[in-house]
């Protein structure tokens, strides 16, 4: 049974809210929004004691002789009316002594809370709905590594994991079907455990969104959904996937459920054969969401034929928008990614993070390798992009196609860092130095980004993948690990330590739940800029929590906010080709900006500073 049923049950039996009385422990309130039991609001919960955060439910009226009021009730009832006309209804403050609080008064502090936790930041459940082999799961994972990216923590709950958990083997369609009274009760019973681990998911683990991926056809099982959500002040969002096209569906089958654990050793022709029986069966009770009448007031999108139309329908909040819009912009379709960091840098070769500065002569040798690459694996309707910092202009203009400049690709901004090297940095800024190594995910340069901003910044970047065909993003090392860390679904522990060595081409290719990734090395030497992970980290208590989160200040290497023209444009005539790029008056660069004045030291090349050169990572 689910967390508030007892209470519904005890209504049913007529015990009102004003015969229960709950023990508050000395300088604890109840918050709703943590809690392990919540109800809709009536009655009385299980139990909270001392250092936990549960109730204690105190004899009831029909526990007591009929007629008389507990003492510690009218007690409780006078202290908080007072509270509550001194501090109004909405402040939760500590009680200072052992106070017995009535259920009633209770929940008029509880659903205080929660509604206030409900408006702001309310954890939400998003519902697949769908027939078998209509992309629900695919939907589902994409949009999970998509959360958890931007830093909404979410996790996928698959029934049909909860199914092969609860029935070994898989037979056939039969299982399915809606007659079968004994499976129906078995898939029930996994709905009811899986819907109980997405709230021990959402209260007590720290999750933000839980994905239900499951068939969810009938409205009863909606409504349960709804009413478990209700029961713990959830959000709900459906996500329905329509889809009539048989060359779809049959793709689907063969791509993703040959491969099931429901099938192990089976022919791809009994699979598709039993597959759909399956779907057969479960159209028999199948009810879509009703726009129109029943459904009106919920929260959902309807994807229709893979993404060919959509239908949305009351989006709530914020985070139900980005859903809808990342939904709205994945496309399943067949193509390749290839990301690769620019040729190797002068910065680069001396050590030194950020700046603009050009290719060295090996740098130059990987751009026209990267010719010849793309030559060799026939890219012809290949897009490539790169940011608007020179070293990746310089590697796109040799290929001698068009490109598009992205300034949000620009490296991340190392601020008042720029163009030094780490030893630098460890003798001018020895507290950014140690704080870097504390978190590198969340550390921000002064006057620059972190890798979390840099995300941020990223996320049009991922949206217009999704959407396009193949596509060379010629970028930086951090932006690449950024990248990568999405399409490879990493945590942002992992994210800022992902190698993307100079001079190597990797190929993502997207297939049923996840990315193949292929690497090509492009023979060309260049300096190794990765840092491994730092085996003893600085203690928390050594460096000021305020160095972790910083707002930025206008970053003093960024002073050129203008777009940069190309070296030389596709279709000129080769002797109107220039040596250098054209500089306008906000793009001049010294010797001395680029660090020609000054001394490389032996160390930039070993340890801590010869890691993550030139692209500040």
């Known amino acids: 049974m689910f967390t508030g049923e007892k209470e519904l049950k005890r209504e049913e039996e007529g015990v009102s809210d004003g015969d229960a009385e709950l023990i508050l422990p000395v300088n604890q309130v109840y918050c709703p929004r943590t809690s392990r039991d919540r109800t809709a609001g009536h009655g009385a919960v299980s139990s909270w004691l001392p250092g936990s955060r549960d109730l204690q439910l105190l004899p009831t009226a029909q526990q007591r002789p009929k ?5 510690p009730m009218r007690r409780s009832a006078a202290y908080f009316e007072k509270h509550f006309q001194e501090c109004g209804n909405d402040s939760l403050q500590k009680c200072p002594e052992n106070r017995t609080i009535p259920a009633c008064w209770f929940w008029k502090l509880q659903k205080s809370a929660a509604w206030a936790s ?6 939400t459940v998003i519902v697949m709905i769908g027939l078998p082999a209509r992309g629900k799961t695919y939907m ?6 998509y959360l958890n990216w931007i830093g909404v923590p979410t996790k996928v709950f698959n029934l049909g994991v909860y199914r092969r958990e609860a029935v070994k083997s898989y037979k056939s369609y ?48 909606r409504q349960l959904i709804l009413n478990v959500a209700k029961r713990n002040s959830y959000k709900v969002f459906f996500v329905e996937s329509l889809c009539d096209d048989p060359d779809v569906i049959a793709e689907n089958i063969l791509d993703v459920k040959v491969s099931s654990p429901d099938y192990p050793e089976r022919d791809r022709e009994s699979v598709m054969e039993d597959f759909l029986k399956r779907i057969e069966c479960y159209k028999v009770t199948y009810q879509p969401l009703d726009p129109d009448e029943h459904d009106k007031n919920l929260s959902f999108i309807q994807v229709i034929n893979v993404g060919r139309r959509f239908l949305v329908n009351r989006v709530q909040d914020y985070i139900q928008s980005k859903i809808v819009y990342y939904l709205m912009n994945i496309h399943v379709h067949s193509h390749s990614i290839y990301l690769c960091r620019h040729g190797e840098s002068h910065h680069n070769v001396e050590g030194r993070i950020g700046g603009d500065s050009e290719l060295s002569d090996r740098g130059k040798q990987f751009a026209a390798a990267l010719k010849g690459f793309v030559k060799e694996h026939r890219l012809s309707d290949l897009k490539v992009w790169t940011s608007q910092l020179r070293r990746t202009i310089q590697t796109a203009e040799e290929l001698g196609i068009p490109y598009e400049q992205w300034k949000i690709l620009n490296e991340i901004d190392a601020g008042v860092c720029e163009e030094m090297t780490y030893k630098m940095i460890e003798e001018k800024h020895p507290e950014e130095f140690a704080m870097r190594d504390q978190d590198k995910y969340l550390y921000r340069y002064p006057g620059g980004e972190s890798y979390q901003d840099l995300v941020q910044r990223l996320e049009p970047v991922i949206m217009e993948l999704e959407r396009q065909g193949n596509v060379l993003v010629i970028c930086h090392q951090a932006v690449m690990r950024c990248l990568l860390a999405y399409f490879l679904d990493k945590s942002a522990d992992d994210l800022p330590y992902l190698k993307c060595p100079l ?52 970053p003093l290497s960024s002073q050129d906010q203008i777009k940069r023209p190309r070296l030389y444009s596709v279709g000129n005539p080769p002797q109107a080709r220039m040596s250098q790029a054209p500089t306008l008056p906000s793009m001049q660069f010294s010797e001395a900006s680029e660090g020609a004045e000054l001394e490389q030291s032996q160390d930039t090349l070993n340890g801590f500073s010869a890691a993550d050169t030139d692209d500040c990572v």
Do not use: W
């Open 67 to 71: 007629g008389q009021t507990s003492e």
């Open 118 to 123: 409900y408006m702001t930041n309310s954890p």
């Open 140 to 145: 589902s994972k994409k949009l999970t590594r």
């Open 174 to 221: 039969d299982f399915f079907r809606h007659d079968n009274e004994e499976a129906m009760e078995i898939r029930k019973q996994c709905a009811l455990v899986a819907l109980q681990d997405v709230t021990a998911y959402l209260n007590e683990e720290g999750g933000q969104i839980a994905v239900f991926d499951a068939t969810n056809t009938t409205r009863e099982r």
């Open 503 to 554: 001079h190597t081409v990797l190929k993502l290719t997207p297939v049923a739940y996840g990315c193949k990734v292929d690497m090509f090395d492009l023979k060309v030497e260049a300096v190794n800029t990765h840092r491994d992970r730092p085996l003893n980290k600085v203690p928390t208590n050594v460096v000021s929590p305020a160095f972790l989160r910083r707002n930025s200040f206008t």
